[in-house]
């Protein structure tokens, strides 16, 4: 991270998280606002310290129209139980081609796999490596729209 946190929540609001559908996809000030609440209190609790950004009355007005194919959305994948995600593998598809995935065998282990996605229904889908003490996830669509998607996959423990 290299600037605020605040900093950091405007430029991904900017880039087509804050996008409003009913304006045609520009950024308005209530999506901007609404963007940014949520990415801020994210990355506070992430960073573990307290940030609350002034989100009250302002007039509505049309910011920034990002392009529409290149808006990006936040996805925060979690898992129930916590430590299950730690080894699992997760995609997200959009049709056929694999748009992002998390692999405990090339990546971190996480308990939370934040990904930015284009706007769209992408499925989601989770498995574990042999052996695996949990059951594999069937896939899953999930819409992706601003200005963030948390997900939380159940996994269960095999018998």
Known sequence: ?????????????????????NLGWWIGTHGLQTALAAYVARLAATEKVEQHP???????????????????VPLYVTSAPKEA???????ARLGQKISAYFDPK????????????PIREHTLAAWFHAPAEY?????????????????????????
């Open 1 to 21: 991270m290299g600037g605020s946190l605040y900093t950091e929540a405007l430029l991904e609001a900017l880039d087509g998280g804050a996008a409003q559908p």
């Open 135 to 159: 059951e594999d996830e069937p896939p899953q669509v999930v819409v992706i729209a601003p200005p963030e998607i948390p997900f939380e996959f159940q996994f269960r423990r095999k018998a």
């Open 54 to 72: 002034d989100v009250g009355r302002m007039a509505l007005f049309k910011v920034h129209q990002p392009a529409k194919e290149k808006i990006k």
């Open 85 to 91: 995600l730690r080894r699992a593998r997760v995609e």
């Open 106 to 117: 090339k990546h971190k282990p996480l308990d939370e796999w934040r990904v930015r996605l």
